[in-house]
């Protein structure tokens, strides 16, 4: 089973803090993404990667940025944390598109609370 | 540019009831449907995908789905419904290169004794 953790389950931040959410998959998966999750507005992509060192933006990457240094490693970092960004921060990982499976796998997310 | 709309933001049922989660998409390409469930503080899990092969889908937990292109619709349901199915259900469809995900609002289905 492909199996997709992340480092902490709570976090509770100040407002002006850098923030560190990390996220390892271990099926060796060559897409890895980010999302924000917020009532009533479902799942917003914030970045993804599709390789080592590779990013790009996704709808809402504002105050956000990601570091991809292993394949099985991809980290969301927020340089100084503010209320809004309070929410439920979900990472998944996907195969490389052309392999004939689409789906992404999730982790159990991170609800992170900036006060 | 794809796009999915759920149609209910909530939805209640009864124990035993049929269970029928409301899901419009866009694409302007053949789509990859997908839904997935999540359980209370827990992350997204896949129940089933629509990949072409055929237009009616089975998932896991009794869940199914059928594809309709002339609807543009991708909507879940199961016969009946357990207490245990109540979760948040999203409807999802390929957006793009590197699998990308476009996820509807969500629908919190509630089942009541």
């Known amino acids: 089973d492909v199996k997709v953790t992340q480092s902490s389950r709570y976090l509770v931040k100040r407002t002006g803090e850098k923030v560190f959410l990390e996220c390892v998959q271990d099926?060796?998966?060559?897409?890895m993404f980010w999302y924000r999750q917020d009532p009533g507005l479902g799942l917003r992509l914030i970045y993804f990667s599709y390789d080592v060192k590779m990013k790009e933006k996704g709808d809402i990457p504002e105050g956000y940025s990601v570091s991809r240094e292993k394949k099985e490693r991809f980290s969301l970092i927020l340089e100084s944390a503010s209320t809004n960004q309070t929410s439920m921060y979900l990472c998944a990982s996907s195969l490389t598109a052309g392999t004939g499976e689409r789906e992404q796998y999730f982790g159990p997310g991170t609800r992170l609370t900036v006060t | 540019a794809q796009s999915v709309t759920q149609l209910g933001s909530h939805v209640s049922v009864s124990e035993g009831a049929l269970v029928l989660l409301r899901c419009n998409y866009s694409?302007?390409?053949?789509?990859?449907l997908f839904w997935y469930v999540q359980y209370p503080n827990q992350g997204l899990q896949l129940l089933l995908k629509y990949t072409s092969a055929a237009t009616l889908v089975k998932g896991i937990n009794g869940f199914e789905a059928e594809f309709k292109k002339s609807e543009t619709s991708f909507h879940l349901t199961k016969p009946s419904a357990h207490m245990s199915d109540a979760a948040e259900y999203f409807c999802?469809?390929?957006?793009?290169?590197?699998?990308?995900?476009?996820f509807g609002a969500g629908t919190r289905l509630a089942v009541h004794p």
């Open positions: 999802a469809v390929l957006s793009g290169g590197y699998n990308k995900l476009i």
């Open positions: 099926m060796d998966h060559e897409n």
């Open positions: 694409s302007s390409v053949p789509p990859y």
